[in-house]
């Protein structure tokens, strides 16, 4: 089997329980990956580890290179993509430290590069995009938590916004108008590619925060650490459970 990549956002910089074998430092036509690639086995199967912000988180979302992040997974001989990524809370279940399995997106970034399809085309390409996430791998992450007993919610519309700042009261108002349940800065264009490249994927959610207006007062970077400490500990057992299958 195809090993199955993780793309670790904020919070989740090193896998713990990755039994090394290669750091493979990659370049693709459309530019250098965020990180090298870091390939071993964890829980027994073989992984493929990306840091979305780099080995030591300094790239912001609006500056990842998500087309050579794709491009590097998929050259890679990645079949399947498992996203973690840090959101704010907007629907009331999804509360701090919580994880969530969005089936949903809605794209509110601007100015990124969007799509592998533009340049020295044979034809135009418009993939589908019904179902932005990968449902096989959706349900097994389901699957998983239930089996981990870890606190998620299996559905939700992730609303991706560009960042870096995060949002005033009002947008997440108009967010929630929009049906948007967790927000967050990465999950486009980075669907989109993995859909156009083929692949499948599928994101977890880890609730950093409420959103903004959603908590008491201002949204602190240390509030977002301590919960993203919580969450990732349950994304560990999530993926202690999704391995051995
Ligand atoms: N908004 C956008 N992105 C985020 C947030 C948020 O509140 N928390 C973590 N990533």
């Given at each position: 089997m195809a090993a199955l990549a993780i793309i670790g956002g904020t919070g989740l910089t090193r896998l713990a329980g990755l039994e090394l074998t290669e750091r493979r430092v990659v370049h693709t036509r459309w530019g250098s990956p965020s990180s090298?690639?870091?390939?071993?086995?964890?829980?027994?199967?073989?992984?493929?580890?990306?840091?979305?912000?780099?080995?030591?988180?300094?790239?912001?979302?609006?500056?990842?290179?998500?087309?050579?992040?794709?491009?590097?997974?998929?050259?890679?001989?990645?079949?399947?993509?498992l996203a973690v990524a840090a959101v704010g809370g907007i629907r009331g279940d999804l509360a701090p430290g919580r994880l969530a399995i969005p089936d949903q997106i809605i794209d509110y970034t601007h100015g990124r590069a969007q799509t592998f399809?533009?340049?020295?085309?044979?034809?135009?390409?418009?993939?589908?995009?019904?179902?932005?996430?990968?449902?096989?791998?959706?349900?097994?992450?389901?699957?998983?938590?239930?089996?981990?007993?870890v606190p998620f919610s299996p559905h939700g519309t992730y609303a991706a916004t560009e960042g870096p700042r995060l949002e005033t009261a009002a947008e997440i108002d108009r967010l929630e108008r929009d049906g948007c349940h967790m927000v967050g800065m990465t999950g486009m264009p980075e669907a989109a590619l993995a859909r156009e490249a083929g692949l499948c994927y599928a994101a977890c959610a880890v609730v950093a925060n409420w959103a903004a207006g959603r908590g008491e007062g201002p949204i602190g970077m240390d509030e977002i650490r301590r919960n993203l400490e919580t969450g990732m500990g349950h994304v560990g057992r999530l993926l202690e459970a999704l391995m051995p299958r």
């Open positions: 090298a690639l870091l390939l071993g086995r964890l829980h027994g199967r073989e992984v493929i580890f990306l840091a979305r912000h780099g080995e030591r988180h300094t790239i912001p979302p609006h500056r990842v290179n998500y087309r050579a992040n794709i491009q590097a997974l998929k050259d890679a001989g990645v079949e399947r993509v399809f533009e340049d020295d085309l044979e034809e135009v390409v418009h993939v589908d995009f019904t179902e932005p996430y990968c449902e096989a791998l959706r349900r097994r992450l389901i699957e998983a938590a239930e089996a981990a007993g």
